[in-house]
């Protein structure tokens, strides 16, 4: 059967013709996908991938959120700016270089997730003209700091942030062109299962690392060193960044690689926020880099995929010892 691709509107409702004419180089094309809070990572992931400067992620759930502090809250958020349901991702490209088959041939791969277990939803594409500044400025406004455990707050480095308390560790972020906020729910189940399973003095291997904040919050946690890897070279150059922001480079080594393939480095955990079908291709080599005793944290499972992950991670000698779920969002650890 083949894939229903979505029309392309513009916002005023006029059929888009995927081009335009007249833009200056200070313009960017936003592609907006409305899709669903589980198709949300790879949604992210196929937006980078096709070229995307930057991202963003409105999703109508914060409006109903009832915060624990006030950190984290968004505010003054316009309900007409959300879609009833789902999310809508934005992706910005240089509109002097876009390219007018992009929105489709997104669309098919979009469409293409549900082979995965994934559920894109509308999968519509919408897009707009945007100056430089309304993207690179205007978002800010929405992205607040975050506490995110009891040990640990993210912020985006622009921000002032006072620490509640002398045990509370602040992570500086600018998630750039990367995927990772530390607002995600499974970037937060990651966080939360590192904070009770890490033990100062341990080594970390962060396999997937985006913008970097799960190699900070190890390093946050007491790790001696982290090592941080991503296939994507704008995730390294985003975690290097991030590093240098929190002053970490001297216990964060970060590199370009393909999951835990050539690495020859060992670790006590290995931590890892990507797609249970990403994560069950590299089980096998976790008993090669992981100590006798050590663990692994997997997130970025949605609940229907757990099975398998389990099953996998069974198979490489791992059992689950522990486990946290936020909606369709699963995250693990596991140990020999």
């Not at 704008?234 to 929190?246: F, P």
Request: glycine share 8%.
């Amino acid at each position: 059967m083949g894939v229903r691709i979505p029309l392309f509107f513009w916002r005023d409702g006029r059929e888009c013709p995927f081009f335009c004419r007249g833009v200056s180089l200070l313009d960017w094309m936003e592609v907006r996908v409305h899709t669903t809070s589980e198709a949300e990572e790879a949604v992210s992931h196929l937006l980078l991938e096709a070229g995307a400067e930057g991202t963003a992620v409105l999703d109508a759930s914060v409006l109903r959120k009832e915060w624990e502090t006030p950190f984290g809250e968004i505010i003054a958020l316009s309900p007409n700016e959300y879609p009833e349901e789902g999310v809508w991702i934005s992706g910005y490209f240089p509109a002097a270089s876009f390219d007018d088959t992009l929105p489709e041939r997104l669309a098919e791969k979009i469409g293409h997730l549900r082979q995965f277990g994934l559920e894109p939803g509308p999968a519509t594409v919408v897009l707009e003209r945007v100056s430089e500044e309304s993207w690179a400025e205007a978002w800010k406004a929405y992205y607040k700091p975050i506490r995110v455990t009891d040990r640990l707050t993210v912020k985006p480095h622009w921000e002032s942030y006072e620490p509640a308390s002398a045990g509370e560790a602040v992570i500086q972020l600018d998630p750039g062109m990367a995927f990772g906020t530390g607002a995600h729910p499974t970037t937060i189940l990651s966080m939360k299962l590192l904070e009770r399973q890490l033990q100062p003095g341990q080594k970390v291997i962060d396999v997937g690392c985006g913008s970097g904040v799960l190699s900070i919050a190890a390093a946050r946690l007491g790790a001696s060193e982290v090592l941080a890897l991503d296939l994507d070279p704008v995730a390294v150059e985003s975690t290097s960044q991030n590093i240098r922001l929190n002053g970490l480079e001297q216990r964060i080594a970060v590199r370009q690689g393909n999951l835990l393939q050539g690495v020859r480095e060992s670790a006590d955990g290995v931590i890892s926020n990507i797609l249970a079908e990403i994560i069950i291709q590299f089980t096998d080599d976790l008993p090669r880099v992981i100590h006798p005793g050590g663990w692994f944290i997997a997130s970025g499972v949605i609940a229907q995929k757990e099975e398998d992950v389990v099953r996998a991670l069974s198979q490489a000698g791992f059992r689950v010892t522990d486990r946290l779920q936020e909606g369709d969002w699963v995250a693990m650890t596991a140990g020999t």
